[in-house]
């Protein structure tokens, strides 16, 4: 059974600090890695991906991967109150994606 | 773009009776999915289309459901009989390469099943 695990959260955290999302996978065969942001009521929204090891950065949103460990992060900067929503982690695994549970950030003004 | 669409909205209906659920994919996109989200159970792949042909649809509960998508701009997804278990919200999404790739979701249709 291929999985994506996340921390269901809540997490916590003040206005402008730095948020910081985890993901592990089991298929080490995923080359495509996604994070969604969900807002309550809403459908899901892209909010970035990887395919390579490393750091991808996209304003205050920076993506990690590393292939090595099956992780996968997302670090929000300077963290807003409209930051809060449930992030969802999905990795393909052939032609599917599979997502984790989301985990629940709250930003605290 | 208009985005995915779908239809209804929400939906209240009894035990017993048939529910469709519509959904319009983005122009140009090939690939077509059905989600069901519940809290138990988070996001589900029920089927998936690619060039309007089922690809998987080992994600649908039971021969209750049945999904179709007689051309590349609609699709549906029909619960017959609808039971109680069933309420959730359904999402239909879209891609434009096959397979899993960046997928632009709908709204939704939130299901009651009373």
């Known amino acids: 059974q291929k999985e994506v695990e996340q921390n269901s959260g809540p997490l916590s955290v003040p206005e402008g600090a730095i948020a910081s999302l985890n993901c592990t996978y089991s298929?080490?065969?995923?080359?495509?890695f996604f994070w969604y942001r969900q807002y309550s009521g809403k459908s899901p929204e892209l909010i970035m991906f990887?395919?390579s090891n490393g750091d991808k950065e996209d304003g205050r949103f920076t993506a990690q991967l590393n292939k090595a460990s099956q992780y996968v992060s997302l670090l929000i900067r300077d963290s807003q109150p409209s930051d809060s929503a449930t992030y969802l982690c999905?990795?393909?695994?052939?032609?599917?994606?599979?997502w984790g549970a989301g985990t629940k950030l709250i930003i605290k003004p | 773009d208009a985005g995915v669409i779908q239809s209804p909205r929400h939906e209240v209906t009894e035990m017993g009776q048939e529910v469709t659920l519509r959904c319009k994919p983005i122009?140009?996109?090939?690939?077509l999915f059905w989600y069901r989200q519940t809290m138990m159970r988070g996001l589900e792949l029920l089927i998936y289309f690619n060039n309007n042909v089922p690809i998987d649809d080992s994600g649908m509960p039971e021969d209750r459901f049945s999904a179709k998508m007689p051309n590349a701009s609609f699709s549906t997804l029909k619960i017959q009989p609808s039971e109680p278990r069933d309420s959730a919200v359904y999402f239909c999404?879209?891609?434009?390469?096959?397979?899993?790739?960046?997928?632009?979701f709908g709204a939704g249709s939130r299901l009651t099943v009373l």
């Open positions: 999905a990795v393909d695994s052939n032609y599917q994606l599979i």
């Open positions: 999404a879209s891609s434009s390469l096959s397979g899993a790739n960046v997928l632009t």
């Open positions: 122009s140009g996109h090939n690939s």
């Open positions: 298929d080490r065969g995923s080359q495509s």
């Open positions: 990887i395919y």
